[in-house]
């Protein structure tokens, strides 16, 4: 057998060398830049008089809102980086949510920024998310969500629920006009819970607007629906 000529070994050398120079790199990369997340939710937190977690939970959130369908996809789930606390009088949790579908090569890591709002009312199951391909071809073939008056915003959400009557009462003309103006969110309403949610995390910047677009939804909330279904409503109007 030849031995390897005398450029070839410093090459491999060279070639391992950058290699684990590249993952070092970033590691340290990704630790700095947690880290500035890290401090930038503490200063969002403190915005919002709310307490910040960055630790990773895989049992309290989970347990607290297991009503909630997003919280029960996959497995390995948990949820990090939480700001709790009250926000004009409603108890309110942001966080990162995790989940895994698939195994092995075919495994798929899901992320959310999650906004969950607890209200003193109670709220049969309704979903508000993004329309999708697989929504139309649903309704192509007779599997249809609920529509509203406004095709624009039928077109755009693919909404379901298990009492529509309360879904009509829920997302009204006014209700309609709201959600248009909204970012990216999905919304789910169960129990005593309002969730609205985006995939990926949010940016720091984004979670008190999150929190007060969800806030200013509650305020559009018929008062009949609250004679009903709950408590005095808490607070003022913020829908804007």
């Not at 018929?222 to 408590?231: A, I, K, L, S, T």
Request: aromatic share 10%; net charge negative.
């Amino acid at each position: 057998m030849l031995a390897d000529s005398p450029l070839e070994v410093p090459m491999q050398a060279l070639f391992i060398t950058v290699i684990i120079a590249a993952a070092v790199a970033a590691i340290v990369a990704s630790y700095f830049a947690a880290r500035r997340r890290d401090e930038a939710l503490a200063r969002v937190a403190r915005e919002l008089n709310l307490h910040f977690d960055s630790s990773r939970d895989r049992t309290r959130v989970l347990r607290r809102f297991n009503h909630i369908d997003l919280l029960n996809k996959g497995s390995n789930r948990y949820t990090e980086d939480h700001l709790a606390g009250q926000v004009d009088g409603y108890p309110v949790l942001a966080c990162d949510l995790h989940y895994e579908t698939g195994s092995g090569k075919n495994r798929t890591h899901h992320r959310y920024g999650l906004i969950l709002l607890t209200v003193p009312l109670r709220l049969s199951e309704v979903i508000i998310r993004r329309e999708g391909l697989f929504d139309r071809l649903a309704a192509a073939v007779g599997f249809e969500d609920i529509d509203f008056e406004s095709a624009e915003f039928s077109g755009r959400f693919h909404v379901s629920a298990t009492d529509r009557r309360f879904a009509y009462d829920l997302i009204h003309a006014r209700a309609i006009e709201y959600l248009m103006r909204q970012p990216d969110y999905n919304w789910e309403f169960e129990g005593d819970t309002i969730a609205l949610y985006h995939t990926d995390r949010f940016e720091p910047e984004e979670i008190g607007p999150a929190i007060r677009f969800a806030i200013g939804f509650v305020d559009l909330i018929p008062e009949y629906v609250w004679e009903q279904r709950g408590q005095p409503r808490k607070g003022t109007a913020h829908a804007t």
